[in-house]
């Protein structure tokens, strides 16, 4: 997250400065942060989401964004 944008890089190895964190999950355990089935902790917890580095970090960075809230989104991510 810069400047209020999170920006995607796909190959770390290549940017000029390395990443603070690094945490990897599924598709399907984004979805369920996203929706707001489960919290970051729970997937952290669970190993759904794995992390090398300081964990409270990742959970707080994680909670920066928006979760899904059905009263106010008219979009449902499918998740196959």
């Known amino acids: 997250v810069r400047r209020g ?3 995607f890089v796909s ?7 390395q990443p603070d964190l690094h945490a990897s ?3 399907l355990a984004w979805a ?3 929706t ?4 970051a902790r729970e997937l952290l917890d669970s190993g759904e989401i794995e992390a ?3 964990q ?3 959970v707080g960075f994680l909670e920066m964004f928006d979760s899904f809230d059905p ?3 008219i979009s449902i991510p499918i998740v196959k």
């Open 71 to 73: 009263a106010n989104n």
């Open 5 to 7: 944008v999170c920006e």
């Open 52 to 54: 090398d580095e300081n």
């Open 56 to 58: 409270d970090a990742i």
């Open 32 to 34: 369920r942060l996203f």
């Open 36 to 39: 707001g089935e489960a919290t």
């Open 11 to 17: 190959d770390p190895s290549g940017s000029p400065r």
């Open 25 to 27: 999950l599924t598709r």
